[in-house]
């Protein structure tokens, strides 16, 4: 039985804006931080609390980095799915540290307490790429343009 690194979808805020940089080869790379945490309501205070917080950091590649450093900011909520790598080296000190990372596969904004308008991105003719805006107009005659 072939054994394979977890799958994990995770729901959070991003800590701050994504970076977007570049490979030397011209592929895309965005590094990300998304605090996840649970909230409670308190029946004593009838007030919201917060729990304990996850930290997770998250590398998206490709025309996917490029989208996300286009469509999200700091304090946004998103979705994100992908593969939990984990990551061995050592600290400043010289001590051995282990930390995992999602190779995010999949991320966009979280629809729970807000709303979002989807832009299609298509590649022109010269290589690079042109935005589409996405039609709202929907034909209810069965014929959805797909």
Known sequence: MALTLPVVTI??????????????????????????NTRRKNPQTDQWEDGDTTF??????????ENLAESVVKGDKVIAHGVLKQKDFTDKEGNKRTAYELDIESIGPSLRFATAKVTKVSKNGGGGRAPQQASGNWDDSGNDGW
């Open 11 to 36: 729901e959070g805020t991003l800590t701050a804006d994504p970076t977007l940089n570049f490979t030397q080869s011209g592929k895309g790379v965005s590094n990300i931080n998304i605090a996840c």
């Open 56 to 65: 997770t950091r998250g590398t998206v590649w490709g025309e996917l980095a």
